[in-house]
């Protein structure tokens, strides 16, 4: 992160903005872009620019340094970086952000670096896809985005009330087309989240990876890929060209070891009251860490099967096949 920073947690939105603001001028450049929306520019070196897209709220709630995703992963490897914030759930959809990018494009901003990597979740993957058209050739990583949000292509999706006052037809629109010049696209949903899945099934093309996570339901893919510094080790492995299905299949693994997301899966399997699941589940977590509550359910399950008596004494312990694939 910049130097001394003042993103603190007690700052009112409006008086974070404005210590934005002066981190910008300092260091590259601030722009407000209506009264929606707001971009920051750091300028390091020209060989990497890291292009972000996220909310106020999604910033302030979840970084532990109060500043934006980029300066945490770009400030230490000496990249360049961007982020393009929007102070409320506009899906990006303003002519003031159109033109912005349009400039960019005029000003051949993008071709002043050696490599390009968008990145943003859900709604701001979705800008992420959208906007990655103005860097023809950039490496692209997105989780959970929507493809788009009109009502005529996507009126199975109902979760989002506010957008159907949105114009999706209009530019930079269809999130999948927008993807087209890029060289790679990479994109993580949870496939038992229906409508994630579903629009995951329309950015299918030859340049795009994507790779399921499963939560069960309960969200969070960006918090744990933060936490675990993921979205850092794709986007290094992507701009070395090294991250494919199954590079990413590996970085994926160290949620095997994430306790918020056994946490999670745990939760899934005990809503579908599946004993010997949860038995697998619970064996393999207590295989690596010694978890109390992976331990009580282990129990619960054995006792279910039989395989354990109600006073906690382990009966005929049969072995249960380990398939890694129901877990995943």
Same mark, same amino acid.
């Given at each position: 992160?910049?130097?001394?920073? %003042?993103?603190?947690?007690?700052?009112?939105?409006?008086?974070?903005? *404005?210590?934005?603001?002066?981190?910008?001028?300092?260091?590259?450049?601030? $722009?407000? =872009?209506?009264?929606?929306?707001?971009?920051?520019?750091?300028?390091?070196?020209?060989?990497? =620019?890291?292009?972000?897209?996220?909310?106020?709220?999604?910033?302030?709630?979840?970084?532990?340094?109060?500043? &934006?995703?980029?300066?945490?992963?770009?400030?230490?490897?000496?990249?360049?970086?961007?982020?393009?914030?929007?102070? #409320?759930?506009?899906?990006?959809?303003?002519?003031?952000?159109?033109?912005?990018? /349009?400039?960019?494009?005029?000003? +051949?901003?993008?071709?002043?670096?050696?490599?390009?990597?968008?990145?943003?979740?859900?709604?701001? +993957?979705?800008?992420?896809?959208?906007?990655?058209?103005?860097? !023809?050739?950039?490496?692209?990583?997105?989780? $959970? %985005?929507?493809?788009?949000? *009109?009502?005529?292509?996507?009126?199975?999706?109902?979760?989002? !009330?506010?957008?159907?006052?949105?114009?999706?037809? /209009?530019?930079?629109?269809?999130?999948?087309?927008?993807?087209?010049?890029?060289?790679?696209?990479?994109?993580?949903? #949870? !496939? #038992?989240?229906?409508?994630?899945?579903?629009?995951?099934?329309?950015?299918?093309?030859?340049?795009?990876?994507?790779?399921?996570?499963?939560?069960?339901?309960?969200?969070?893919?960006?918090?744990?890929?933060?936490?675990?510094?993921?979205?850092?080790?794709?986007?290094?492995?992507?701009?070395?060209?090294?991250?494919?299905?199954?590079?990413?299949?590996?970085?994926?693994?160290?949620?095997?070891?994430?306790? &918020?997301?056994?946490?999670? =899966?745990?939760?899934?399997?005990?809503?579908?009251?599946?004993?010997?699941?949860?038995?697998?589940?619970?064996?393999?977590?207590?295989?690596?860490?010694?978890? %109390?509550?992976?331990?009580?359910?282990?129990?619960?399950?054995?006792?279910?099967?039989? =395989?354990?008596?109600? $006073?906690?004494?382990?009966?005929?312990?049969?072995?249960?096949?380990?398939? #890694?694939?129901?877990?995943?």
């Amino acid at each position: 992160m910049v130097a001394g920073a %003042p993103f603190s947690a007690d700052l009112s939105d409006a008086a974070w903005l *404005d210590a934005l603001r002066t981190v910008g001028k300092e260091s590259g450049a601030y $722009s407000d =872009l209506g009264k929606s929306h707001s971009a920051i520019f750091v300028e390091k070196s020209h060989d990497v =620019l890291f292009v972000a897209f996220e909310t106020i709220f999604g910033i302030r709630s979840s970084s532990e340094t109060g500043a &934006p995703l980029a300066f945490d992963i770009c400030e230490r490897r000496n990249w360049s970086h961007m982020t393009v914030i929007a102070k #409320d759930q506009s899906w990006f959809r303003d002519a003031h952000v159109f033109g912005f990018f /349009d400039r960019l494009i005029d000003y +051949g901003f993008f071709d002043q670096f050696e490599q390009v990597i968008f990145y943003g979740a859900g709604m701001c +993957g979705y800008a992420a896809a959208s906007f990655s058209v103005a860097a !023809p050739g950039s490496q692209v990583f997105l989780i $959970s %985005p929507q493809a788009t949000l *009109d009502r005529a292509r996507a009126e199975w999706d109902d979760r989002f !009330p506010s957008s159907r006052r949105l114009d999706f037809a /209009d530019r930079y629109a269809y999130a999948p087309d927008m993807l087209e010049a890029a060289e790679s696209a990479y994109l993580i949903y #949870d !496939p #038992d989240e229906i409508e994630d899945s579903v629009h995951a099934s329309l950015f299918a093309a030859p340049n795009v990876t994507t790779m399921r996570y499963r939560r069960g339901g309960a969200g969070a893919i960006e918090t744990d890929m933060k936490s675990m510094s993921l979205v850092s080790l794709c986007a290094e492995a992507a701009l070395r060209g090294e991250l494919n299905q199954s590079r990413l299949a590996h970085l994926m693994r160290a949620r095997k070891r994430h306790v &918020p997301y056994l946490r999670a =899966l745990l939760s899934r399997v005990l809503a579908e009251d599946r004993p010997r699941l949860t038995m697998m589940l619970c064996r393999a977590v207590l295989a690596e860490q010694p978890l %109390p509550r992976f331990r009580h359910h282990l129990e619960q399950a054995e006792i279910k099967l039989g =395989l354990r008596t109600q $006073s906690g004494n382990a009966e005929a312990d049969a072995p249960a096949r380990r398939d #890694d694939s129901q877990l995943s």
